[in-house]
T-cell receptor, first 116, second 113 residues
Framework: AQSVTQLGSHVSVSEGALVLLRCNYS??????LFWYVQYPNQGLQLLLK??????LVKGINGFEAEFKKSETSFHLTKPSAHMSDAAEYFC??????????????FGKGTLLTVNP | DAGVIQSPRHEVTEMGQEVTLRCKPI?????LFWYRQTMMRGLELLIY????????DSGMPEDRFSAKMPNASFSTLKIQPSEPRDSAVYFC???????????FGEGSWLTVV
């Protein structure tokens, strides 16, 4: 079984401040982990993914995330928030690279608000 | 390249009516997924197909929901009869057999009144 817990359904930061969105996972096998972003009235767009290579993963728009096995975490960060970062962010886990057992399980999402 | 294409983008229907949502996956992708997003339950996987064959439909809420994939470039999600609690955003997504990234469509916003 696999699951994802995103701590904080709503995070508010000031423009220019550090963004930290938390994600903890549970998986019975080594996981693949993803962060997706959803802008208002749009679909989900992949920000970055961890697939057992480097533990620090860099994504689009200046975001990065670090896989910490000991903490079962995959927190998303950005050094300086921009107004355009306001969106909902989803952490997701998959147990396998592919195959018929593939399932991507999402967290509940964290709404990021950026204040001017 | 065209992404995952869904239609309709928005639909408002009356309770009891049949609703059909359509999806065209990215060409060459052999996995197709249907997700539902609501405020209460977040993103839920309803069903997914591999090479047009349904692999796991354990997320389909009840018999009123059905999904088909008659060929590699088309899938439908049907709700019959629809109920107000079916109001949600329905996403279609696809990926290749070797890749681990799922690509999402823009979603179909369904309101059942």
């Amino acid at each position: 079984a696999q699951s994802v817990t995103q701590l904080g359904s709503h995070v508010s930061v000031s423009e220019g401040a550090l963004v930290l969105l938390r994600c903890n996972y549970s998986s019975s096998v080594p996981p693949y982990l993803f962060w997706y972003v959803q802008y208002p009235n749009q679909g989900l767009q992949l920000l970055l993914k961890y697939t057992s290579a480097a533990t620090l993963v860099k994504g689009i728009n200046g975001f990065e995330a670090e896989f910490k096995k000991s903490e079962t975490s995959f927190h998303l960060t950005k050094p300086s928030a921009h107004m355009s970062d306001a969106a909902e962010y989803f952490c997701a886990v998959s147990p396998l690279r592919g195959g018929s057992n593939y399932k991507l399980t999402f967290g509940k999402g964290t709404l990021l608000t950026v204040n001017p | 390249d065209a992404g995952v294409i869904q239609s309709p983008r928005h639909e408002v229907t009356e309770m009891g009516q049949e609703v059909t949502l359509r999806c065209k996956p990215i060409s060459g992708h052999d996995y197709l997924f249907w997700y539902r997003q609501t405020m209460m339950r977040g993103l839920e996987l309803l069903i997914y197909f591999n090479n047009n064959v349904p692999i796991d439909d354990s997320g389909m809420p009840e018999d009123r929901f059905s999904a088909k994939m008659p060929n590699a470039s088309f899938s439908t999600l049907k709700i019959q009869p629809s109920e107000p609690r079916d109001s949600a955003v329905y996403f279609c997504a696809s990926r290749t057999g070797e890749g681990n990234t799922i690509y999402f469509g823009e979603g179909s916003w369904l309101t059942v009144v």
